[in-house]
């Protein structure tokens, strides 16, 4: 019984943290329909919060909603401007994967690093911080590495894909926006939950 009430639990979170990864991304993509100077992944911290609290499974599959949800808004994209870096982003091994990974490095991390049990609240905060800073790293890392291995010497929009391409996107705005905000931001959202549930909010 108590096996089959973590796996509906599980279910139940999964499809909860799905639900906010879609509806957070396709706020990001209006903001940049939109036009305004920056474009956040938001769908990412879902899959942080979930992986933290729920493992490594349910980590790997909320980043793969994401993953998935990033690819065919890439596919839109691409079918209206076949030039455009889209058409590589639709590529799984480009969108999916790396958010797949996200949830399964992000989920290690705060697991290995909690292993012990921490009854310090800084500590946890901390612990759970450095977490979705390594799952805000991987999930730059991969993707563009990912990226570079499929358009490397391409051209896309009258640009030809390379290091030098790569550098602005990496110190972009929105990735120390993501960098920064995103750990802090997950953090605290995990630690709320988890104070929640040792409360006995959560039955």
């Known amino acids: 019984m108590p096996l089959r009430n973590s796996r509906a639990k599980d279910i139940a979170i999964i499809g909860i943290f799905s639900a906010l990864v879609i509806v957070l ?3 990001a993509e209006l903001t940049r329909v939109l036009g305004l100077p920056i ?3 938001l769908g990412l911290l879902p899959v942080l919060v979930g992986s933290m609290l729920r493992g490594i ?4 599959i909320i980043g793969g909603v994401f993953g998935l949800v990033s690819l ?7 079918s209206s401007m076949p030039n455009s870096t889209a058409s590589v982003i639709v590529n799984p091994l480009v969108s999916v994967f790396p958010r797949i990974m996200v949830g399964v490095f992000t989920a290690l991390t705060y697991r290995a690093l909690t292993k012990k049990g921490v009854s310090s609240k800084p500590k946890r905060y901390a612990y759970a911080a450095l977490s979705g800073l390594v799952g805000v790293v991987t999930n730059t890392v991969l993707f563009l590495s990912m990226f570079l291995a499929f358009s490397y010497g391409k051209v896309y929009e009258d640009a030809t894909i390379n290091f030098t391409w790569v550098i602005p996107a990496v110190v972009a705005i929105n990735t120390l ?6 750990p802090i931001l997950s953090a605290g959202i995990v630690l709320g939950i988890e104070s929640y549930k040792g409360r006995g909010g959560e039955r």
Do not use: C, D, N
């Not at 499974?57 to 790997?60: D, I, R, S, V």
């Not at 065919?72 to 691409?78: F, M, S, T």
């Open 72 to 78: 065919v808004l890439a596919a839109i994209l691409a």
């Open 39 to 41: 474009s956040i992944a």
């Open 25 to 27: 991304q396709l706020l």
């Open 57 to 60: 499974k349910t980590g790997a």
């Open 177 to 182: 926006i993501e960098v920064v905000a995103f």
